[in-house]
């Protein structure tokens, strides 16, 4: 199975800030990698495939970038919605194992 | 516009059976385009995905619960179903159905039901 590890486990910033998480890969996964969303209570939300494609309807200062075994989630001008847990998942192989989560807080 | 739902028992006895449907409606589990799947939440924990199915039968399991896992589908009701036999505690868990988003098995998941809590206690 591939393992996939994102840090920090969690992190705190204030609305206006820009935030990177980083989830990596055990083995190469090229660009087979996805980003969600998950606020309490909810289920989650794709919000980036393929490393760095934005799912319709995602605002822009969500981006992607990586490929290989490393890769990033940048938010921009955080707003307060966007205060939630990011969960990585590789789509490489099978099983398509998720990380273990990187709760963004507000300072 | 898609939306999937979960059903099923909220309690159930440790090494009894757990079992979960999932009812599509505004689109088809009939398709060939999607696979269609089951992803779990412990209680403050990651997501785990469990396995998928492919309308025509196909299934994949992950391998740490394929001993135990049953997944189904049945078109005519435009439903799939998850079965988790032995329960324990450690199966307490938001269970999700959801739609992977091409006709490949670990593709990303773009819809999501709203989770239903299962609780394995006596």
């Known amino acids: 199975d591939i393992q996939m590890t994102q840090s920090p486990s969690s992190v705190s910033a204030s609305v206006g800030d820009r935030v990177t998480i980083t989830c990596r890969a055990s083995q190469g996964i090229s660009s087979w990698l996805a980003w969600y969303q998950q606020k309490p209570g909810k289920a989650p939300k794709l919000l980036i495939y393929a490393a760095s494609s934005l799912q319709r309807g995602v605002p822009s200062r969500f981006s992607g970038s990586g490929s290989g075994t490393d890769f990033t989630l940048t938010i921009s001008n955080l707003q307060p919605e966007d205060f939630a847990t990011y969960y990585c998942q590789q789509a490489n192989s099978f099983p398509p194992n998720f990380g273990q989560g990187t709760r963004l807080e507000i300072k | 516009h898609l939306q999937l739902q979960e059903s099923g028992p909220g309690l159930v006895k440790p090494s009894e059976t757990l079992s979960l449907t999932c009812t599509v409606s505004?689109?088809?589990?009939?398709?060939?385009?999607?696979?269609w799947g089951w992803i779990r939440q412990p209680p403050g924990k990651e997501l785990e995905w469990i396995g998928n199915?492919?309308?025509?039968?196909?299934?994949y399991y992950n391998p740490s619960l394929k001993s135990r896992v049953t997944i189904s589908v049945d078109t005519s009701k435009n439903q799939f179903s998850l079965k988790l036999s032995s329960v324990t505690a450690a199966d307490t868990a938001v269970y999700y159905c959801a739609r992977h988003d091409s006709p490949a098995v670990t593709t990303p998941l773009d819809y999501w039901g709203q989770g239903t809590l299962v609780t394995v206690s006596s």
């Open positions: 505004g689109g088809s589990v009939s398709s060939s385009s999607y696979y």
């Open positions: 199915i492919y309308y025509s039968g196909n299934t």
